[in-house]
């Protein structure tokens, strides 16, 4: 480390040291709002990642990732638009990434092919407000979450650039979806938790649905929609475990993913139910000989659990199976049904879009993008995601005897998976709490893939059956 980037990082800590002792005293004479703790955080974080360089960024970068945790607790501007509180961090990590010109020297800043196709009809969205039949705020509520993705694929190019950076990231996005898991399962056995955290948690007592099913709440995070997190979180555990090798380590990570499993059980999305049984068919397939056995284990512990302490549970997969089959019995499928045929018929009557936020929420990103921008732009992004995933699943075969790499392709994978089902059914481009995990994995296999791609292949035909490359992602 030089001498001024060490100086830098000593100034940014003695500020934030001594901002922190000002709040501090500011709290014991009047009290601390949430607002303005959430805002004091803020500031300290916004002063390391200024004035901290290189180091800086890194740190904020994954305190970024921490802040996916706050949920739906954002600064409203509008009714209809408001600002969460990581968007603003990451607009700011990238504004200083930009300040230090060092950091693109060696980094791939490739944009994705069918990201440059898509991005020209983000403009050509905004034509009604042009013509004056169009809510300026619900149009840029939905075009920023878009838009996001860009300074996204920027920041984490450039922060994982270096290898050492990926474990922090990952450990820090696996550690959030803990605490929300952790937060959703105590509410919903000890609903009286909200009498002790009024100011955090609303409403902890568990919601019946029409099939008797028994869903929590997640009212620290804002809604069952938390459960979209820990989807996407729980296949970094294979790339941990690698990393904690020892069993007290492997035992807390078992602890935290059988957790998160738990939490995506009593959230009472089928649709993620589905992806969960997918997801540990592809671990087994993949990885058959290591993890099939501790994935089906811990599957059937989960399972077995949530069958004997929740009610209903056969009504409600019954129910799942009616709604893949496109015939749903409950209200909620029989909406979301709805939704997709009107949005399908409106794409089709007008298929170069109806603008910026017309299409409402249609539970699906894809047919939402046909009825916005038109069944051209929708055909790239699902073209864009299914080409990553075939790229991503290429890339995963012949990296899955790597030590560390071939976990955390399979944990990428997975991941990949969860976030494709997120933009196909369930609509996350409505909400950035929502649509930034899914652009974070997104982001990261977008690196990884770039990584990958410029590593030089191993023949393994002639190499000994021990013998693997060197890593070092450890």
């Known amino acids: 480390m030089s001498y001024s980037l060490a100086r830098k990082n000593l100034i940014a800590i003695a500020i934030a040291l001594v901002i922190s002792v000002c709040l501090a005293f500011y709290g014991v004479q009047n009290g601390f709002s949430y607002r303005e703790m959430i805002l004091a955080i803020s500031a300290s974080i916004g002063l390391v990642v200024v004035f901290g360089g290189e180091f800086g960024i890194a740190f904020g970068f994954v305190l970024w990732v921490l802040t996916l945790a706050l949920g739906y607790r954002t600064i409203e501007i509008t009714k209809s638009l408001a600002i969460h509180p990581s968007e603003l961090l990451l607009w700011l990590l990238l504004v200083s990434a930009f300040a230090q010109r060092h950091l693109f020297e060696n980094s791939r800043l490739d944009s994705p092919w069918w990201l440059m196709i898509f991005v020209p009809f983000w403009a050509l969205g905004w034509w009604p407000l042009v013509l004056g039949d169009g809510q300026w705020d619900k149009m840029l509520n939905e075009f920023r979450d878009f838009v996001l993705l860009i300074p996204l694929l ?24 803990t605490w929300i898991a952790f937060m959703g399962v105590l509410e919903y056995w000890f609903p009286s938790v909200t009498d002790y955290f009024p100011a955090f948690i609303h409403s902890a007592k568990p919601d019946v649905a029409a099939d008797g099913f028994i869903r929590a709440q997640f009212s620290f995070w804002g809604g069952s929609h938390a459960t979209f997190i820990c989807v996407m979180a729980v296949p970094f555990s294979f790339v941990m475990t690698s990393w904690w090798p020892q069993w007290y380590g492997r035992a807390m990570i078992l602890a935290a993913s059988a957790l998160q499993l738990l939490a995506i059980y009593i959230g009472g999305y089928r649709s993620l139910w589905v992806i969960v ?65 009107s949005a399908f018929e409106q794409a089709v009557a007008n298929p170069v879009g109806s603008g910026w936020a017309t299409a409402g929420w249609v539970h699906s990103d894809f047919l939402q993008v046909a009825v916005n921008l038109g069944i051209l732009p929708a055909l790239i992004f699902i073209a864009g995601y299914l080409v990553t995933l075939q790229r991503l699943f290429v890339k995963t075969r012949s990296s899955i005897n790597i030590p560390v790499q071939g976990d955390l392709a399979l944990g990428l994978l997975l991941a990949f998976l969860a976030a494709g089902e997120h933009l196909a059914v369930q609509g996350v481009e409505v909400l950035p709490q929502l649509v930034l995990p899914v652009w974070f994995v997104w982001a990261l296999v977008e690196v990884w893939l770039r990584q990958r791609s410029a590593a030089p292949d191993f023949a393994y035909a002639y190499a000994p059956t021990n013998f693997h490359p060197v890593t070092n992602l450890q």
């Open 277 to 341: 049984v997918i997801q540990a068919a592809c671990a087994c397939l993949v990885r058959l000989q290591r993890h099939s056995v501790a994935v089906a284990v811990l599957c059937l512990v989960v399972g077995i659990g949530g069958y004997q302490f929740i009610p209903n549970t056969s009504e409600r997969a019954m129910t799942a199976i009616a709604a893949m089959r496109w015939q749903p019995v409950d209200h909620s499928a029989l909406d979301r049904q709805e939704r997709a045929t």
């Open 154 to 177: 920027i920041v984490a190019a450039l922060v994982l650039n270096k290898q050492k950076y990926w474990k922090p990231l990952l450990v820090a996005f696996f550690v959030c979806s």
